[in-house]
Structures are given as C-alpha cells and as structure tokens.
C-alpha cells in the first residue's frame, strides 16, 4: 500500500506541474554542433611518430573539406574546434599564445579563415588557469591578450577549461573572460 501511494502521489505531482514557457527567440535551438579534436586525437602532438594521428594543420583542413564535401553542413554541423595542445609551450615576447609552429606553419587565422570560406565556424580551446590541462600556457592573467588574439584570428567558439583552479576562480575567472571576449 505504501509503495501505491508514493506512486500516486509522484503521478499527482508530476501532472500538477505548469507548463514552463521558453522565451521563443529563434537562438540556440540545438546544440552547438560540430566536430572537437580532442575525442580521437586529445594531446597526438609528435607527428613523426604516428601522422595519421597527428593534431596538425594537415588534419583540421581535411575536417574543414570533409564538412564541406560530405554533406556534413546540411546535417547542421558546423563547428570545427581544436581542443588543448595547440600551441607553442612558451608565449611570444609580447605576452601572446603562439601556435606549435611545426604542426600548425600557417598560423591560426589562415585556419579560421580557410575554415570560414567554405560557411563553417572556427573555435579553439583555452583554460582559465596559467597553464592549460595539458601543461601549455592558459589565460590567467593573459584574460584582454588572449581574447584579442583569438578575435584577430577570427574565432568563432572558444572552449574555455578550468583545471588547476578552484570552484570559487571558475565564477570570477569566467566571468573575467568573457568580458575580455565583449571588449574586442
């Protein structure tokens, strides 16, 4: 008896619930959709060794015209993010992220902008910490260089990580960040 009441009292509960209204704007209504380097290639960064699993410039453009070739931007994908592991371990003289100039010789704005001229979106990864999960330099105290690095990049998606801070960072730190991102 005592589980048919629990029962009916859920049912009960679960019916009496009021429809909950959305504001309709048309924005957001899936997603993002799109493809992350992480999940296969993560931190593959010694080509020599396996260039087939290699996180290099070579891969991110075969993404690109695999997207647009293979019917990938009518399914509504649209984003081609790279993940952690991009850059050079050391930034440049004037405070800057540089990418590995090994795997990626043309820099990150020939890829945002290859990636653009065929109607998808580019996006790259940064955490909040000095240093990325992964050991390269983050954004933490870089929060205006690095937002005004990836706008002239033209990045359209910025996968923001939080290793090696604490809860309380995360609710400063992304907020810091994403005021930087409105400021260029």
């Not at 992480?38 to 991110?60: A, F, H, P, Q, V």
Request: with cysteine; hydrophobic share 40%.
């Amino acid at each position: 008896m005592f589980y048919f009441r629990c029962v009916l009292f859920i049912l009960f509960f679960a019916l009496s619930l009021d429809k909950v209204d959305l504001l309709e704007n048309g924005m957001a209504l899936t997603p993002p959709m799109g493809w992350m380097s992480w999940g296969y290639y993560m931190c593959s960064t010694k080509c020599e060794e396996d260039e087939d699993k290699c996180l290099n410039e070579k891969l991110i453009l075969s993404v690109a015209d695999s997207f647009y070739n293979e019917g990938y931007q009518e399914a509504g994908y649209e984003y081609i993010i790279i993940d952690d592991c991009w850059s050079e371990r050391q930034r440049d003289e004037n405070g800057r992220l540089v990418p590995d100039k090994r795997r990626f010789p043309r820099g990150m704005k020939f890829l945002a902008d290859y990636i653009h001229a065929k109607g998808l979106k580019f996006g790259i990864y940064t955490n909040i910490a000095n240093v990325t999960c992964m050991r390269y330099p983050g954004s933490y105290s870089h929060l205006d260089v690095d937002a005004q690095t990836f706008a002239e990049w033209g990045v359209d998606y910025l996968k923001v990580d939080g290793c090696f801070v604490t809860e309380d960072y995360l609710n400063v730190g992304y907020i810091d960040l994403g005021l930087a991102l409105n400021r260029t």
